[in-house]
């Protein structure tokens, strides 16, 4: 398996864009896991979807952001309009099953820069 | 909400030192994991660790949960397990997905 695949995996863009950050978990997982990370919050979750049903999103930090799963196969998180203090790396991470003891496996991520 | 600190923030260490890696939280919690990320910043999730005790090669983890810390052992270091340790906890009654992490401690080991 490939792994999780998320892309960009870099992206910039001027200050009130539409971007979109895509993630493709691990197949047969069913959990899936948006975190952000930066120098002054550290690392956070935003959201996170069982069987594509989005189950929390109270990190979600404000309507700017929405994050979808389609299917199986596909997420994206979404911010529009863009802010310079969205600037973060984004990642992505999925895992299979109920038990806690389950391991999430994450992406390489994506690191965001608003202008 | 809950409060997780690690320490030491940095360690530095010559290849073959033993360290400890701290996780104090200030509430009782029903899921509490390990993660390393390395210096590319790959994100590896090492332990799940509650309570008690595990190992996994050279890497062990204590929870003592009752006195709410947790330790992460790396015995013999290497380079590679250089990077930022982080420590996640869920706290008690809340959804055991939803993570509040630490701050990390950021390991240099030099060879």
């Known amino acids: 398996d490939a792994g999780v695949i998320q892309s960009p995996r870099h992206e910039v863009t001027e200050m009130g864009q539409e971007v979109t950050l895509r993630c493709k978990p691990i197949s047969g997982h069913d959990y899936l896991f948006w975190y952000r990370q930066t120098m002054m919050r550290g690392l956070e979750l935003l959201i996170y979807?069982?069987?594509?049903?989005?189950?929390?999103d109270s990190g979600m930090p404000e309507d700017r952001f929405s994050a979808k799963m389609p299917n199986a196969s596909f997420s994206t998180l979404k911010i529009q309009p863009s802010e310079p203090r969205d600037s973060a790396v984004y990642f992505c991470?999925?895992?299979?099953?109920?038990?806690?003891?389950?391991?999430?496996?994450f992406g390489p991520g994506t690191r965001l820069t608003v202008l | 909400g809950i409060q997780v600190e690690q320490s030491p923030p940095d360690l530095i260490l010559q290849e073959g030192a033993n360290s400890t890696l701290r996780c104090n939280f200030s509430?009782?919690?029903?899921?509490l994991q390990w993660f390393h990320q390395n210096p590319w910043g790959q994100l590896i999730n090492l332990f799940y660790?509650?309570?008690g005790t595990k190992q996994n090669g050279r890497l062990s983890a204590t929870t003592v949960a009752t006195e709410r810390y947790s330790l992460l052992y790396i015995s013999s270091s290497q380079t590679t397990d250089s990077g930022v340790y982080f420590c996640?906890?869920?706290?008690?009654?809340?959804?055991?997905?939803?993570?509040?992490f630490g701050s990390g401690t950021k390991l240099n080991v030099k060879p």
């Open positions: 996640a906890v869920t706290p008690w009654g809340d959804n055991f997905n939803k993570f509040y």
């Open positions: 660790i509650p309570s």
């Open positions: 991470a999925s895992r299979y099953g109920l038990a806690n003891t389950d391991t999430q496996y």
């Open positions: 509430d009782s919690v029903n899921n």
């Open positions: 979807f069982n069987n594509n049903v989005p189950i929390d």
